[in-house]
């Protein structure tokens, strides 16, 4: 949701809550003071007639000599009392009455129309309903239409003596207009509070929601963290049980084919020592045998060091000794020339000498054959990083090409003629078990450099 | 030094083995005997005659690393080394402890065991560096009794008349030109020969002054001081010929 949509949302729903709590509270105050309205409507009406009805008694037995007669001076002294009164607030007033046949005849000028001399109206019509009842004889309060057909609040009250009836009455409109008004001030208000208060609320609450977001995000990104670090795990659980299984049976197949290739050469070497001499041809064949021999015995050293998976014991050991002993033992080709820059007084690493001078072999060999065409420069260096030594050994021959550069680590995969594809993936496997790592960059056709980081502590798994 | 009529024992429970390498030692010019089991090789370590074993780990019964220890129980100085088409590291190590000179693994590197023999069964050869020649002499007398050739030289630059043959062993006395100077012909000599082990000997106990470290990393197996025991320096030689034993055969060691 948008935080604009969210803001709308927000303002609608706090304007709805005081639109209704307002509408509530006016609603109750309302309906109190039309009470209270009603109330003193009716007792103005009822002290009213009382008044009227003692003056009319009194005048009864002294204004007998009044030319119009006592009952027209009761009437008198009233319309003149009611003349130099305006009414009750802005639309109120008192309506006094009589019966005369069918007509409903008003005594006293009234405060809206035919001011002087009201128009009488019909006994049986629909307006003047509260004079009606009063003329009936009824007393209460009541909600109708007064003689000029408005709806009023209007107590009525029959006057006994003088057969009269009279109404206090004030518009409806007089009433509900103060609550009409506080109601629209106060839902004005209420809107304008209502929208700064959610846009402070908003702004209170956008930093938690922000919090709240970013820690879901972070959440988010651990879970998935783990998910990878699990499946990690897995694969290389996986990967752990095919090489106990692949060390299995690589370690009961060396040790059948080992023994065989032991006795053959063994009878190849007492075979050249006692007829090498002479023939040309003998000596040649064993000399092929011997070298197949030697082809197949590191085929299955390769496949021993591929499947080792337990860490390797480890020593100190001074990496320029064994750079030393490698580079002796190898021949290097006709036209590759070796750089050695490998300190002696480098910091020691810890790790197995022999599975170190393999590796170094292997990356010999294979920089040495990558530039068996043109030959280039060998440069075997190491320095001191954190936590131990990085050896690096670069060629300047024809490099790996990049849609392969992530398989070179993998066993079986080859670009060579000769040989089953073990010795990169054996060098990593040989790295590995000691607690280092094996990376390579290349460029095709300017060269590659494999660095291989080894330790200087024992790992603490070991 | 090795009696020369002392047999090789070769232990292998595949008699093909056994046989094809007993074979190999015997163009070589080397006796040796076969054994199929330990418990044979052991009759016939207690018969006496051996000079040698060569025995494979794994074998039904007594394995090569328990021959190894129960070798050593009836003689001590008899050299022993193990060979192995595949053993776990755990093994090896074992078989190291218990005293073998080295684990090879098969198929042996067979140049490299008939120099591990020759040095072996061969004249142990000693040159003495000392501008006291009376004292090299006498050395030289003493030594080629208990069965060394010895040849003698006053100084530094008549040692490449005689150095060059492997498995010599230098004995460096003192030699004029004062404090450590011994020290500074030693670097002169590791120029031309970075590999010859070598025995110090000093005029009086203290005089070079060089951290044990140093004098290692030159490689100096040990040093005495004038005057010693004849014994004392026998027991050094040993100890320097068993380390260059096993640095021949160390290079083809490999663990699996």
Do not use: W
Request: proline fraction near 3%; hydrophobic fraction near 40%; charged fraction near 25%.
């Amino acid at each position: 949701m948008s935080e604009r949509r969210r803001l709308l949302y927000l303002i609608l729903i706090m304007v709805a809550e005081v639109v209704i709590i307002v509408g509530i509270a006016i609603f109750i105050l309302f309906r109190t003071a039309f009470d209270q309205q009603k109330e003193r409507l009716r007792g103005t009406v009822m002290c009213q007639a009382r008044l009227i009805e003692s003056v009319a008694s009194f005048d009864a037995v002294y204004s007998q000599d009044y030319p119009e007669g006592s009952t027209q001076a009761t009437l008198q002294q009233i319309a003149d009392a009611h003349a130099r009164h305006v009414g009750l607030s802005e639309t109120g007033e008192l309506t006094l009455a009589r019966r005369e046949g069918d007509h409903i005849v008003f005594l006293l000028r009234h405060r809206h129309a035919d001011l002087d001399q009201p128009n009488p109206v019909p006994f049986d019509s629909k307006s003047a309903e509260p004079m009606r009842r009063a003329l009936s004889g009824q007393s209460g309060t009541m909600v109708g239409l007064d003689y000029r057909r408005i709806r009023v609040l209007a107590a009525y009250e029959p006057v006994a003596i003088l057969n009269l009836g009279i109404v206090a009455k004030i518009d409806i409109v007089e009433i509900v207009a103060p609550f009409v008004r506080a109601g629209m001030v106060a839902g004005l208000v209420a809107v304008l509070i209502a929208i700064l208060g959610s846009m402070l609320f908003v702004r209170i609450s956008n930093p938690v929601l922000k919090r709240l977001q970013a820690y879901s995000e972070r959440l988010e990104e651990m879970v998935q963290e783990r998910t990878a670090e699990l499946r990690k795990a897995q694969v290389e659980l996986l990967k752990r049980e095919r090489l106990t299984v692949l060390g299995q049976l690589a370690g009961g197949v060396g040790h059948e084919l080992r023994n065989p290739l032991g006795v053959i050469n063994n009878a190849v070497y007492y075979l050249n020592s006692v007829y090498g001499e002479g023939d040309e041809k003998i000596r040649e064949y064993l000399q092929i045998i011997r070298s197949e021999v030697g082809n197949a015995e590191k085929t299955v050293s390769d496949l021993l060091n591929l499947s080792r998976s337990k860490p390797a014991e480890g020593q100190r050991v001074v990496l320029s000794e064994v750079v030393l002993r490698v580079l002796e033992r190898y021949e290097v080709p006709q036209g590759v020339e070796v750089e050695v820059d490998v300190p002696k007084g480098l910091a020691e690493v810890f790790v197995e000498p022999h599975h170190v001078e393999h590796v170094l072999m292997n990356l010999v060999a294979n920089g040495c054959q990558a530039m068996e065409e043109g030959g280039g420069v060998l440069g075997v260096s190491a320095e001191e990083v954190e936590g131990g030594v990085e050896l690096r050994v670069t060629d300047s021959g024809c490099g790996i090409r990049g849609e392969d550069i992530g398989k070179v680590f993998e066993p079986l995969y080859t670009t060579k003629a000769r040989g089953i594809g073990l010795g990169l993936a054996v060098s990593k496997n040989l790295v590995e078990v000691n607690g280092g790592r094996i990376e390579v960059e290349s460029e095709e056709g300017r060269g590659s450099t494999f660095r291989v980081f080894l330790p200087s502590q024992r790992l603490p798994s070991q | 030094m090795m009696d020369k009529s002392l047999k090789v024992l070769i232990v292998d429970d595949d008699m093909r083995m056994a046989r094809t390498l007993a074979s190999v030692l015997a163009v070589k010019g080397y006796e040796s005997v076969t054994s199929v089991s330990a418990c044979d090789a052991l009759e016939k370590v207690k018969g006496g005659s051996i000079g040698c074993v060569v025995s494979d780990i794994k074998m039904p019964g007594i394995n090569g690393v328990e021959l190894c220890r129960a070798v050593k129980g009836l003689r001590r100085e008899l050299p022993l080394v193990l060979m192995t088409a595949y053993s776990s590291d755990e093994l090896v190590r074992r078989g190291l402890s218990e005293g073998a000179v080295a684990v090879l693994s098969k198929p042996l590197d067979l140049d490299r065991l008939l120099r591990f023999f020759s040095l072996l069964y061969g004249d142990r050869s000693v040159v003495v560096l000392d501008d006291d020649l009376q004292f090299g002499y006498l050395v030289a007398e003493m030594l080629g009794e208990g069965g060394y050739s010895v040849k003698v030289v006053g100084d530094p630059g008549e040692l490449d008349e005689v150095l060059g043959v492997e498995g010599q062993v230098l004995v460096l006395g003192t030699h004029s030109g004062g404090k450590c100077s011994e020290l500074e012909v030693l670097r002169a000599i590791r120029e031309g020969y970075p590999e010859l082990p070598a025995v110090l000997v000093e005029e009086t106990r203290g005089e070079v002054s060089c951290e044990r470290d140093e004098l290692l990393s030159m490689g100096v197996a040990g040093t005495l001081s004038k005057p010693f025991e004849i014994e004392e320096l026998s027991r050094l030689l040993d100890r320097v010929y068993l380390q260059m034993l096993r640095r021949i055969l160390e290079q083809v060691f490999m663990i699996d």
